[in-house]
């Protein structure tokens, strides 16, 4: 069972492959937070969980999840044992610490006494987060280059997955290979702060209503349903405290409507779009 969060597709690529090669259902988690989040497991499934990486930390909504997370009708695992368990995060550089982060956060929730994190694992994806200043999209020629490398690494991971591969010294397998990037401990820590505290937001958001067409794909694709709007209106943001900043409304918008205060004028847009070869 893969629970996965996407807001511009990539980690959603990631967790549909992923699926496809291990045959692990799928479970997008916007989709149950409003439930009870149990689920049943089988006798030897594993668990896994698949999601980007915002400001070095691991999403607010990942961390919410967790909390309510349980298995079985008495929220206990089926069988009672340990299930293999492992993590994989997209990103468009580097993660910081945002995985000693999860694996904390996963053993101190009631679910992490079923689970056992024994395989790790961090892509590097299409840059898609656009505010701040000198922070845009990648090329089109950077971004299949990080495309085609990340199919390959995937597919490494993949096999690790699939052979229930596990680390040595308490560490889960591919513990070393993450893409902490420099100084990891600054960013997942002072950096990762200050955009929680700052830049998390919905407040800058706002529309060209010369270029809107009221389609309403962006309240369509917000993963925290904090748009309020569909066909026929324009979006209007809740600003109920739920956005993730993920840009998925900005990066979906078909006439480049949306924009992020100033922060993101005259900057690309991107979502993930499977080429011709995987459509």
Known sequence: MIFY??????????????????????????????????FELKSGEHVGFIFPIHGWRVPRIIREFLGRLSFGPGGGGTDGTMHYCFCLVTAGDSIGKAMERFQQQLISVPCGRLLKLEAVFSLVMPESYVGLPGMDVDTKEREAVKKMAAEEELKRFSKAVRGHLCGVEGKPWGWERLERGPIPSFFSGPVGGFFERFLITDTPFRVDSSRCVRCGICAG?????????GLGHEPDWLHNGKCLTCFSCYHHCPHHAIEYGKRTKNKGQYFYKRSRLHS
């Open 5 to 38: 969060f996407s807001g511009t597709g990539n980690s959603q690529w990631a967790a549909e492959t992923l699926a496809s090669e291990t045959g692990d259902t799928l479970v997008s988690i916007p989709d149950v937070l409003g439930s009870e989040c149990r």
């Open 221 to 229: 694709v917000c993963p925290v349903n904090d748009i309020k709007g």
